[in-house]
């Protein structure tokens, strides 16, 4: 009996290519199917769906905010942020072509616990 060769993963994917290529081709020869038998939901699960609910929506406004408030204002808080604001960021500062690297701000707004969970 011959011992398995361990594989590094480059080795495995230039033997294993070809697989890649099947898989691609098999979802567009898929796809044709498909468009061509509607009938049968079973056979395509991952087929997008009709809605459960019709849409009531005529329009759609998208804001494109820049300089809108930021992830780190909005979703939890940053102690050691709001212990460093003001000063240089702990680690080199990227060259941009357009803008300055400032120094490290807080959140200018105060974080409270609220509901079951934030009041211990």
């Known amino acids: ?13 230039a033997r294993t290519g070809c697989g890649f290529g099947l898989l691609a081709l098999a979802d567009l020869l898929a796809g044709e199917v498909r468009a061509a038998d509607i009938g049968d939901r079973s056979a395509h699960p991952y087929e ?34 709001t212990r ?5 960021l702990p680690f080199a500062k ?5 803008t300055k690297t400032g120094n490290l701000l807080a959140s200018p707004w105060k974080f409270a616990r609220h509901g079951e969970r934030g009041s211990r």
Do not use: C, T, W
């Open 1 to 13: 009996m011959m011992s398995p060769i361990p594989l590094s993963r480059r080795q495995l994917l």
């Open 94 to 98: 990227p060259r941009l072509e357009r």
């Open 84 to 88: 460093d604001n003001g000063q240089p």
């Open 48 to 81: 997008v769906r009709p809605p459960h609910f019709p849409a009531r929506a005529k329009r759609i406004i998208f804001l494109y905010m820049p300089g809108g408030p930021s992830h780190v204002d909005l979703l939890d808080p940053k102690p050691r942020l």
